[in-house]
């Protein structure tokens, strides 16, 4: 299974961007996905995921409010609506997936794609 990650661009400050990841094949194998981020010169951290089961999302503390994660289980798709972009939010932006049931291992990784905020 791969994932494809786009949507990333150029945006003010303040403006908006949506992010999309999608899977090479459908599976049942994947139980969460979720975006990361790396910015440059940094390590890479969590922004948001989503469990599967119950459809529940979950969020970096400074995103939440202004970002949302949301996604199709059948499809293995996600998407996260970034609301209030700031500088700080430029990044590349990793999707990712977790194939375990129990724990929080992402095991498969998509492309980066970049995010921009200008000032």
């Known amino acids: 299974v791969q994932l494809q990650a786009s949507g990333g661009g150029l945006v003010q400050a303040g403006g908006s961007l949506t992010l999309s990841c999608a899977a090479s094949?459908?599976?049942?194998?994947?139980?969460?996905m979720a975006w990361f981020r790396q910015a440059p010169g940094k390590e890479r951290e969590f922004v948001a995921g989503i469990l599967w089961s119950g459809n529940l999302p979950f969020y970096k503390d400074n995103v939440k409010g202004r970002f949302t994660i949301s996604g199709d289980a059948a499809k293995n798709t996600i998407s996260l609506q970034m609301n209030g972009l700031k500088p700080e939010d430029t990044a590349v932006y990793f999707c990712a997936a977790g194939t375990n049931p129990t724990t929080a291992v992402y095991a498969i990784w998509g492309q980066g794609t970049l995010v921009t905020v200008s000032s």
């Open positions: 094949e459908r599976t049942f194998s994947i139980y969460r």
